[in-house]
């Protein structure tokens, strides 16, 4: 796990300034506290920063191949290089080092572009052709290492945190403001847009090529397989399903440093936790964080879990000062505002993981996969029931009836109206408005010039990978899901690890895996009202059963009972002070209204209010360049 950067001139005749690049690589030193390097030639510039996992002797980057023409920086691990070393050898291939970074080298000397396609890992790297002039860009399939990018008129900065393309200038930090309406609606920014005008994302799955003769080729190397029908029983699926899984823990415990999991106390990661001890073979350490207020506190059953394979456990619990003061500089490290308070509580354990091991396994990505989300259930009811009804009762009564369940006051009007009753049909409203932070409607409330943001469609993104996909909703919405909500959880995973230098490792998103699950029918993955019902079958024997049975809590975090009652200035400074209405994106008497019933208890606005408050602390520490001493949260 690495940091990279570099620099491209487009004039041939210009030469990289290595200051320039030296600032790029210094800006990452958290992703590698063991080394640094860099290589310039003329108009091309590379920077590495290392955290040494495999080969940490030898494997120092950047790395070139045996007569120097490929130069190569990489982020990641390739799980299958022990595989592919053999064969690379037998066609010639002289190696070095042990490192793996040395096996996409060779095998682009072999297979060109196309290498990419064979590597099985989580990925980002750049990789410089001298006898082509070409540079490449890629990401593995899934996102889980990140990637971004800018043009200017004479050349092209990359790196794997955005923070390091603005250290080399002459680029400012300004808000892509047509970013604004998907984050209020989701949490995030899917596609290529980030939320610094000029910068972008390489997407998963996708290679950037740039040559001076042919200028810039973007290529999408993999797309998720579609749903297939299975003959075999449930039983004899689950039993297909645990070998698979088993198999790619044992991938993901390749590492010549010491290793430990995540364990949050839920199905995913005891899973994970319980293959990894009994492929390791001794005392697995584990970690865990958890809160004082008992209604976010998961840590008992992270216990249950560490006993239960014997593991070394270790946690942490976190306080509300300590939350709160940790966020300026986690939206640095996060580069973008924190889409999830989660990310808070995530780099806490890091930390106390790094005191013990460099690597970590994590459940990230089992949800997406299984369906087990609260919406998925929800929409695919909704979706059932409203085409019985549509089918039963006339338009103008579906009218009339829709008109009155939104009268409804209380709490069964607040459900009612998020069904089919109060809802038209169609994945649009039931699945993504549905479910976001701040609705399309809540939005035109919220925003001080609505007619600013008519043009930006904050689920256009999702909506594109939902019809992309074909077959069955659920399936769609699994897809969907991959390719936008897991994309963001993968960079909170990424980037609170590393702000700590510890590696993080994803088991269940190996693509040979998420290939095999994806293409299984959605009835073995929701079943009636139980959700991973394949998965829960898979693990029943390795997971203690308060475990396997309890209800998903989805790493709680008391934000809303904190901006409430022990923390409401934090309200009063990033939501309703001067300096965030002076910035104009907001109605300040809606914003107020949202900030006064969630005091009075009327309505839980936590998810509202902590989508304001990092976005206007991220605009104080990237926009406005404020120290992050100066920028105090609590």
């Excluded at 364990?263 to 936790?273: E, I, P, Q």
């Excluded at 270790?314 to 500089?329: C, D, Y």
């Excluded at 549905?434 to 904050?458: I, M, W």
């Amino acid at each position: 796990m690495c940091g990279i950067a570099g620099i491209i001139h487009f004039d041939p005749r210009e030469t990289v300034d290595a200051e320039r690049l030296r600032r790029m690589g210094e800006a990452l030193r958290h992703r590698g506290p063991d080394g640094a390097g860099q290589w310039i030639e003329g108009p091309i510039g590379l920077a590495h920063r290392r955290l040494a996992i495999v080969d940490v002797a030898g494997g120092a980057q950047p790395m070139t191949g045996e007569d120097g023409t490929v130069v190569l920086v990489h982020n990641g691990e390739t799980y299958n290089h022990p595989i592919l070393r053999p064969e690379l050898e037998a066609k010639g291939h002289r190696y070095r080092t042990r490192s793996d970074t040395e096996t996409i080298v060779h095998l682009y000397e072999e297979e060109g572009e196309r290498a990419v396609e064979r590597l099985r890992g989580m990925f980002a790297f750049a990789l410089w052709d001298r006898s082509k002039g070409r540079l490449l860009l890629a990401r593995d399939r899934l996102g889980i290492k990140p990637l971004y990018y800018a043009c200017t008129d004479r050349e092209l900065l990359f790196a794997s945190e955005i923070k390091a393309i603005l250290a080399a200038g002459p680029l400012r930090a300004e808000l892509n403001d047509v970013v604004v309406p998907e984050f209020l609606a989701t949490r995030f920014v899917s596609g290529e847009e980030t939320f610094f005008r000029g910068v972008r994302k390489l997407l998963p799955g996708r290679t950037l090529a740039w040559s001076l003769q042919r200028g810039f080729r973007q290529r999408r190397y993999w797309h998720l397989p579609a749903p297939a029908p299975s003959p075999l029983a449930f039983r004899d699926q689950a039993d297909r399903l645990r070998a698979r899984l088993e198999e790619a823990v044992r991938v993901h415990l390749m590492s010549d440093v010491p290793l430990g999991v995540f364990l949050s106390g839920g199905l995913d990661s005891t899973g994970v936790a319980a293959l990894a001890a009994r492929l390791t073979g001794g005392p697995l350490r584990t970690f865990a964080v958890g809160f004082a207020e008992k209604g976010s506190n998961e840590l008992a059953y992270a216990r249950l879990a560490a006993r239960a394979v014997r593991a070394e456990h270790r946690e942490v619990v976190i306080s509300g000062e300590q939350f709160f003061r940790a966020l300026p500089r986690l939206v640095w490290h996060e580069d973008e505002p924190i889409a999830f308070p989660s990310s808070v509580p995530l780099h806490f354990v890091s930390r106390l993981a790094g005191e013990h091991v460099k690597v970590v396994l994590t459940g990230e990505g089992a949800d997406e996969l299984f369906l087990g989300y609260n919406r998925n259930r929800v929409t695919s009811w909704n979706e059932r029931l409203g085409a019985a009804y549509a089918a039963l009762i006339p338009g103008l009564l579906r009218d009339a009836v829709a008109s009155g369940v939104r009268g409804l006051p209380g709490l069964a009007g607040r459900y009612a109206r998020r069904t089919f009753m109060a809802l038209p049909p169609g994945p649009r409203s039931l699945f993504f408005d549905n479910f976001a932070v701040f609705s399309q409607t809540r939005q035109r409330a919220l925003l001080a010039d609505p007619g600013r943001f008519e043009t930006c469609d904050p689920y256009a993104e999702g909506l594109r990978c939902y019809r992309e996909a074909g077959g069955a909703s659920l399936a769609r919405m699994s897809r969907a899901d991959l390719q936008t909500y897991l994309v963001e959880l993968l960079m909170k995973q990424d980037q609170m690890s590393m702000a700590a230098s510890i590696e993080s490792r994803v088991p269940y998103l190996d693509h040979e895996f998420v290939e095999h699950v994806v293409a299984l029918p959605s009835g073995l993955k929701l079943r009636g009202f139980g959700t991973k019902a394949i998965l829960r079958e898979a693990l029943r024997d390795l997971v203690p059963r308060e475990i396997l049975t309890r209800r998903k809590m989805g790493f709680p975090v008391p934000v809303g009972p904190w901006l409430k009652d022990r923390f409401p200035a934090v309200v009063r400074e990033f939501a309703l002070g001067p300096r965030a209405r002076r910035r104009g994106l907001f109605d300040p008497v809606a914003v107020g209204r949202l900030a006064a019933e969630h005091q009075a208890g009327a309505a839980d606005h936590a998810d509202r209010l902590w989508l304001l408050i990092v976005l206007e602390i991220w605009q104080r520490v990237f926009i406005d360049r404020e120290g992050l001493d100066e920028v105090i949260a609590a």
